[in-house]
């Protein structure tokens, strides 16, 4: 459920007209909805009331620093994956208590960071990375706080580029190995095992892999009491998936309901890593239709969002419904919608049916709030959207649209330093 619709027939997100917000800050536009986003870090978190967790939001997913700081007093931790997210969280006010680390490549200059800051734990994904991570702790007479991350090799069923727990992808590492790396974890006088993780990929739509990763990890759990390591974490990871199109995932309440249950007999807090759940559906980029162009076999609507600001379509084929600003008159056109961008693969949708646009006309691209700007890059020296954040009727710049100066700003000096080349 969210909060963009229509009202006399004009796109509303909340209160306000999409069309007013338009006229004040031009296009492409990220419009989010804070009601939304508040309404389904509640609506994931309360999933999982009959068992002690913690869910700590997927920074990647979007990390606008007004999403950060909504949920951070909504009560969530954050997952994150770079010194960049634990700047971001911080910054944000988010408790460092409740942040886990995530990735496959933390640099020490990383490491170091998320040490000083004190955070709840590392998901560490390779041997290396544990032996680096006691290292560096005891170069500041620390000790970190890890889990291990399983890669259970269970097919989520999803896209294989969002696919994370199979054995052929990078992350973390095979039962047999994480039972070796749990012993070298308490071997080292630097780490502290305390929890296990998995992640098995995005956009999942069915509860099977979960329950099966699950399952799996609970088994693990068993050999690790045998070796006298007793932990205290449970990290499932996130990728419970939302309905672009028309996919059926399963609601929280179902994963909760099934988690919780499977979980009830295991002394363990869960932790949650959801980042599209929340996030996805709280925002919609908003396009101005520049031309429309119709040859022997298709019509094009060209439009003023391009794959620069969201990748989606492009990358992974992913489907956006697309939708009129202002309500159709029942017209209808099929058509591909593209970019400006020189590339044949810049894309929002092909071969789609919606109400008949024209120039001029604006549309809306849903589901845009996860892995939507965050993905923006300035290709084609395009300068990247501005962001809206809206609460009833009220609304704020949450980023400002980026101007020609912003595509040069970091190589002005390299203008200057040219000479020196000679
Ligand atoms: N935890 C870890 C360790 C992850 O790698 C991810 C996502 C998440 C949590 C959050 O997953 P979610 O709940 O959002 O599914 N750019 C792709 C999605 C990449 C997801 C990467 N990892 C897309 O646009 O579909």
């Known amino acids: 459920m969210h909060y963009f619709q229509y009202k006399n027939g004009q796109l509303h997100a909340e209160d306000i007209a999409v069309a007013d917000l338009v006229y004040e800050y031009g296009t492409p536009l990220y419009i ?54 634990l700047f971001r969280a911080l910054r944000a006010g988010v408790d460092p208590k409740k942040i886990v680390y995530s990735g496959v490549g933390k640099k020490v200059v990383e490491i170091q960071e998320a040490l000083f800051a004190d955070i709840l734990m590392f998901n560490v994904e390779s041997v290396q990375e544990l032996e680096r991570i006691n290292e560096v702790a005891a170069g500041l007479d620390k000790v970190a706080r890890v889990s291990l991350r399983i890669n259970p090799d269970v097919d989520p069923k999803t896209h294989p580029y969002v696919s994370t727990g199979l054995k052929e992808n990078k992350f973390g590492l095979s039962r047999p190995d994480a039972l070796k790396a749990y ?129 989606r379509p492009s990358l992974y084929g992913s489907y956006h419904r697309i939708a009129s600003v202002r309500e159709g008159n029942g017209e209808e056109m099929t058509a591909d919608v593209v970019g400006p961008i020189c590339e044949s693969g810049d894309f929002l949708a092909k071969n789609r049916t919606f109400p008949k646009v024209g120039q001029g006309d604006l549309l809306a691209a849903f589901s845009a709030g996860a892995y939507g700007f965050v993905m923006s890059s300035q290709y084609n020296s395009r300068a990247r959207a501005a962001e809206i954040m809206v609460e009833g009727d009220k609304h704020v710049v949450v980023r400002k649209r980026e101007v020609y100066n912003d595509l040069v700003a970091l190589e002005e000096d390299g203008l200057a330093c040219i000479g020196r080349l000679k």
């Open 32 to 85: 989010y909805s804070a009601t939304t986003l508040k309404r389904h870090y509640k609506a994931f978190d309360s999933a999982f009331e009959g068992i002690d967790h913690l869910t700590c939001y997927s920074v990647k997913a979007n990390s606008n620093l007004s999403f950060l700081k909504i949920l951070a007093q909504e009560g969530a931790g954050t997952d994150i994956v770079s010194g960049g997210e």
């Open 183 to 311: 012993a070298l974890a308490k071997s080292l006088p630097n780490v502290e095992p305390i929890g296990m993780d998995c992640h098995i990929g995005s956009q999942l739509t069915q509860l099977s892999p979960f329950m099966e990763a699950l399952d799996k990890l609970k088994e693990f759990h068993g050999q690790l009491l045998e070796m006298g390591i007793k932990i205290k974490y449970m990290d499932l990871g996130g990728g419970l998936g939302i309905t672009y199109n028309e996919e059926t995932p399963p609601h929280p309440e179902e994963l909760g309901k099934a988690l919780v249950e499977s979980l009830k007999d295991l002394d363990v807090t869960l932790i949650l890593e959801p980042g599209r759940v929340i996030a996805g559906n709280t925002g919609i980029l908003v396009t101005e239709v520049q031309y429309t162009k119709t040859n022997e076999d298709k019509t094009f609507v060209i439009v003023d969002a391009a794959m620069n600001d969201l990748v």
